[in-house]
């Protein structure tokens, strides 16, 4: 069973344009969803996390909005650039514990 | 911020020899660590946990005496992958949790691409 499901699976956005990628998930005793940004060849990189206390967070051009009782986050990249073109993966998990991993989104941004 | 690394980046064996995969968080101190695998265009597939001084836990469907895992240390975990064969050619990538309060980010390697002739 899926514990997060992501899409969509590939997104391409113009240089300067809103990049969204959805996640959603099933366990509500999930208590912290990261966000990683993977190149190609390389190991994920954390960007940005939020715990389910708050409805956003915000840092740099990178923003999570989260929905508790719709179960879902969603990360906005404002501004998207060229070098933003990468996969991310959507996690969940409960303190202390694994990660369960969305399914990845290949992000291209077009100059 | 947090730095984990992976010895090798890339490696290419013979088939049925084994590799040994060395993962190590250089700025603090990892009391769990996680070996995962990654195929070409797909997400990251947890192979085990291991915590520092005791026996890794696999996930279902790993084989444990094939996929050797060692935490000798906190800054320190090995994958083996024993008698290794084709299929076992894959990206495996570990991370690294710091046991610091309420932290409970992961920080990953920069993984290790494993090429079994």
């Known amino acids: 069973q899926q514990q997060v499901k992501q899409s969509p699976q590939s997104l391409i956005v113009q240089k300067g344009g809103i990049s969204i990628i959805n996640c959603a998930y099933e366990n509500t005793a999930f208590d912290y969803f990261p966000w990683y940004q993977q190149f190609p060849g390389k190991g994920p990189a954390l960007l940005i996390a939020i715990r389910p206390d708050v409805s956003e967070k915000k840092e740099g051009r990178f923003t999570i909005s989260f929905n508790k009782s719709a179960k879902q986050f969603s990360l906005h990249i404002m501004d998207s650039q060229p070098g933003d073109s990468a996969t991310y993966f959507c996690?969940?998990?409960?303190?202390?514990?694994?990660?369960?991993f969305g399914t990845g989104t290949s992000l291209t941004v077009i100059p | 911020g947090a730095v984990v690394s992976q010895h090798p980046s890339w490696v290419i064996c013979k088939s049925g020899t084994s590799v040994k995969i060395e993962c190590r968080s250089l700025d603090f101190q990892a009391t769990t660590m996680f070996w995962y695998r990654q195929f070409p265009k797909q997400s990251l597939m947890l192979m085990a946990t291991?915590?520092?001084?005791?026996?890794?836990?696999?996930e279902q469907g790993v084989e444990k005496d094939k996929f050797l895992i060692n935490h000798a240390s906190l800054t320190l975990s090995t994958l083996t992958v024993t008698s290794a064969h084709p299929e076992d050619s894959s990206f495996y990538i570990c991370?690294?949790?710091?046991?610091?309060?309420?932290?409970?980010?992961?920080?990953f390697g920069p993984g290790t691409r494993l090429t079994v002739l």
């Open positions: 996690a969940a998990s409960f303190t202390g514990n694994q990660f369960y």
């Open positions: 991370s690294a949790r710091s046991g610091q309060g309420a932290i409970n980010t992961q920080y």
């Open positions: 291991s915590n520092e001084g005791s026996k890794a836990t696999y």
